[in-house]
């Protein structure tokens, strides 16, 4: 898992998606994106190369299983909550060698500021548990607002936390992200994920607030000030 290995990014037509694919490009990794209809994520994807500066890695566009089955090891996970299971549960064969990262929130139903987590505790860790433990997830990216990851002209204002029970892929993983030029911080076990989600809903309560002077605030690891 190492150079600029194509990586897919399944719900790759949505806000977040297409935000990572044109960073990661960007960044020089090529990007396939996913998406249920593979004609509508051709055509996103040609839209978002027509966009891109001159040297960047390309961006491909196909249904799910086929983005799934191209990456060389990477999967991203960025549809809404309500398709998780059932995308993963489709591609489960498809992700066998590879690794998971799920960048999935578990928003409450019309109320994107509280989140309603699964039986297992949290997306990362109700994928963790579809999967089984031969296929490593990893929580990630979470925190990120999407309009954040479009303004390419902008560096990404945020630090990422990164949670997943096995070490070698999480650090893996923290090697993509920090592609986009973002510090990444191991945050523990799957579990962590519990508390890593939950803070999305807290930065949309913060970002859409009118006694907040901001938005698209994200989450940034403060270290001591000597």
């Known amino acids: 898992m190492s150079g600029n290995n194509k990586i897919a990014i399944l719900g790759g037509t949505g806000p977040q998606g297409k935000g990572l694919a044109l960073r990661f490009a960007m960044a ?5 994106i996913g998406s249920r209809d593979g004609g509508r994520a051709a055509d996103s994807a040609d839209e978002m190369n027509a966009t891109l500066p001159e040297g960047c890695a390309t961006i491909e566009g196909m249904d799910n299983l086929a983005a799934t089955q191209a ?5 991203i996970l960025s549809v809404p909550y309500s398709a998780h299971n059932a995308t993963l549960e489709e591609l489960k064969d ?20 509280a989140v309603a987590m699964p039986p297992e505790g949290s997306a990362t860790e109700a994928a963790q548990a579809l999967l089984g ?26 630090d990422v ?32 994920a519990r508390c890593i989600e939950a803070l999305t809903p807290i930065l949309i309560r913060l970002n859409i607030s009118k006694e907040v002077p901001f938005s698209h605030a994200g989450v940034t690891i403060a270290p001591p000030i000597h």
């Open 28 to 32: 020089g990794v090529p990007v396939v």
């Open 94 to 113: 498809a992700l066998i060698g590879k690794v998971l990262i799920d960048i999935v929130v578990p928003l409450a139903p019309k109320n994107p500021k």
């Open 71 to 75: 990456a060389d090891d990477m999967v």
């Open 161 to 192: 936390l990164v949670c997943g029970n096995q070490l070698e892929a999480k650090k893996a993983v923290m090697s993509l992200v920090e592609k986009l030029g973002v510090n990444t911080y191991n945050a523990g076990l799957a579990e962590s």
């Open 133 to 158: 433990d031969n296929i490593p997830v990893v929580g990630a990216l979470h925190n990120v607002s999407a309009v954040t990851l479009n303004n390419t002209e902008q560096p990404i204002n945020c």
